[in-house]
């Protein structure tokens, strides 16, 4: 039993971990919204469709806890993919946060509203979006705000507003920052004609503008207003009119991957006849149907084609990894149409997300999070050694570590490919020490290759290797 | 300055309900057991947001009852149709 390292935020419980399921604690002090927010018939419904993680309260407290301090343990099943928000794509951040709002919609209606509003409770279950803090609800009273509403904005909003309107992905920015993007910083990114379009100015640059204002208003706001107002009082209207512009704001904003996933197919494709990629493909699907793996990891997945091939094949799970945001959009599509176990997420193999946040460990880090048990390497070697620099006997070390068995693909150095890549390095005069025979030679010397096959006239040979 | 602006709107019960209940809220956060940080924008931006819709509100209730009021002696099946008004307004209240 582990203590979930980013659960001590919240004052009403904590959450444990079996390893087979999650146990959360529910404190006294939470007693009276768990109480209400159970009873409701709308958060009953939401349980039943799949929308909330399924929980039972356990009377037999299997963990050692003093039970005086809490009121309550409930036992959740254990989801067994976690990915943060910073390694989404833009549909995945976006879905979650339409999902977001469309649970806060439908709460609203019975009286319950949420406690907060961050993007880190929402993961994906066969790629949709399933809400995980059990202890996020409470129930409304008359006059309360949308306390999670700058949460939402950091979390949700403002990294969707900078990709889709600035241009940039979020991913990079997210994982700095870990708590998103304050709404400041969006707004100097911001053109003009889009600070004063309605929505964009209701939900950023007025909070900018009222935070500036009070900011330098003395003495401070806080000390010129009477001490007997002491009540802050919104409204239903205003509370569904926020949580409705947001969701149509959300909605309308376009994705970036739209435009360059026809791209995409055609580099992914291009350097192989049909027959070439039905023997990739029948090489692949015969590693997956022998090997069955429970968790494999596709690494420079592009669009996904290889790890919806090893899902069909017989892979319990599989999470694809590729640094380009709009290639994990089109692998998110595909996951979403599948609904299988398949979370594409946009991560960069050569820097793989690392624990962040409060004390270095509030969000596990990658390779804390899945353990592999097979991995497809199909034409990314090269470009971990020319574009990443990261030296063959690394690579190999890496991917050989990663999981016990796997196929990587050799593209040799007369191959367009590995070529075009290369130009610059031999134009600059420098020497790259690769060629099939040191590939077997490092790749033998840590794992025993179980088959190979030449797929391609110019020598790309795929390996499947077994760890020793 | 706010005393000024009080005295400027104090004929109308509305704006003066509005005003107050602005200024009331931006003193302190909610008194719940609340961990989030609420943010001093986003906080503002909703009290604001909360006076300005209370005054729509106020002002399409009133017109709505005028109306109801005005039409009342009128010629027969007007009850049916304020009702069928009122069934409107109310969507629409849920709309916006």
């Not at chain 1, 979006?129 to 700058?150: C, H, N, R, V």
């Not at chain 1, 367009?416 to 025979?437: H, I, N, W």
Request: charged content about 25%; some cysteine.
């Amino acid at each position: 039993m582990r203590k979930v390292r980013g659960s001590f935020r919240d004052p009403d419980g904590e959450v444990f971990d079996s390893g087979h399921l999650i146990y959360r604690t529910v404190n006294q002090s939470a007693r009276k919204d768990f109480e209400y927010v159970r009873s409701a018939d709308s958060f009953k419904h939401l349980l039943l469709s799949g929308k909330l993680i399924p929980e039972k309260t356990v009377d037999h407290v299997p963990l050692g806890f003093a039970e005086s301090a809490h009121y309550a343990v409930i036992e959740h099943e254990r989801l067994s993919l976690i990915s943060w928000p910073y390694e989404w794509g833009f549909r995945q951040l976006r879905d979650a946060a339409i999902f977001h709002l469309e649970l806060q919609l439908e709460l609203l209606g019975d009286g319950i509203s949420l406690k907060d509003s961050s993007a880190f409770n929402v993961q994906f279950k066969k790629a949709v979006p399933i809400f995980i803090d059990a202890l996020s609800f409470k129930k409304k009273e008359q006059g309360d705000l949308w306390e999670g509403y700058t949460q939402f904005c950091e979390e949700f909003l403002n990294p969707l507003l900078l990709a889709s309107v600035v241009g940039l992905p979020f991913n990079q920015w997210y994982r700095g920052a870990v708590r998103g993007l304050d709404s400041d910083l969006l707004y100097r990114m911001l053109p003009l004609r889009k600070k004063i379009s309605p929505r964009i100015f209701l939900h950023v640059t007025l909070p900018v503008i009222l935070k500036k204002m009070a900011d330098r208003a003395r003495p401070p706001l806080e000390k010129r207003l009477s001490s007997r107002m002491r009540e802050a009082r919104g409204n239903e209207e205003s509370y569904y009119f926020l949580l409705r512009t947001m969701r149509n704001l959300i909605r309308k904003l376009e994705d970036p991957a739209q435009k360059e996933s026809r791209w995409i197919e055609y580099t992914s494709d291009c350097i192989y006849t049909d027959e070439q990629i039905a023997q990739k493909k029948a090489f692949v699907s015969e590693f997956v149907a022998t090997t069955k793996p429970h968790l494999l990891l596709d690494v420079g997945s592009n669009t996904g084609t290889y790890s919806k091939l090893a899902l069909e094949n017989g892979a319990v799970s599989v999470v694809s990894v590729d640094g380009d945001p709009c290639a994990v959009d089109v692998a998110y599509s595909s996951a979403r149409e599948l609904g299988a176990s398949w979370l594409p997420l946009c991560v960069d193999v050569a820097n793989l997300t690392s624990s962040l946040g409060w004390a270095g460990e509030e969000r596990s880090g990658f390779l804390e999070r899945f353990e592999f048990d097979a991995v497809l390497a199909l034409a990314v070697v090269h470009h971990l050694l020319l574009t990443a620099g990261i030296p063959l006997k690394e690579i190999l070390r890496f991917l050989t570590d990663i999981a016990s068995e796997g196929i990587i693909e050799f593209v040799p150095r007369d191959d367009p490919m590995f070529m075009s890549l290369c130009d610059r390095r031999t134009a600059m005069g420098q020497k790259v020490t690769y060629d099939k025979e040191l590939f077997e030679t490092l790749l033998s010397s840590r794992a025993t290759i179980l088959k190979s096959k030449k797929i391609t006239d110019t020598g790309r040979t795929l390996y499947w290797f077994r760890r020793n | 300055m706010i005393r000024e602006n009080r005295r400027l709107i104090s004929s109308s019960p509305v704006a003066k309900s509005t005003f107050s209940l602005f200024f009331l809220a931006i003193t302190l956060a909610p008194q719940a057991s609340a961990y989030l940080d609420p943010g001093t924008g986003g906080f503002l931006l909703q009290i604001l947001l909360a006076s300005v819709l209370a005054v729509v509100m106020y002002a399409r209730n009133s017109w709505l009852r005028l109306k109801q009021i005005v039409r009342w002696p009128g010629v027969s099946g007007d009850s049916e149709a304020c009702e069928h008004e009122k069934a409107r307004v109310e969507e629409v209240n849920e709309e916006s």
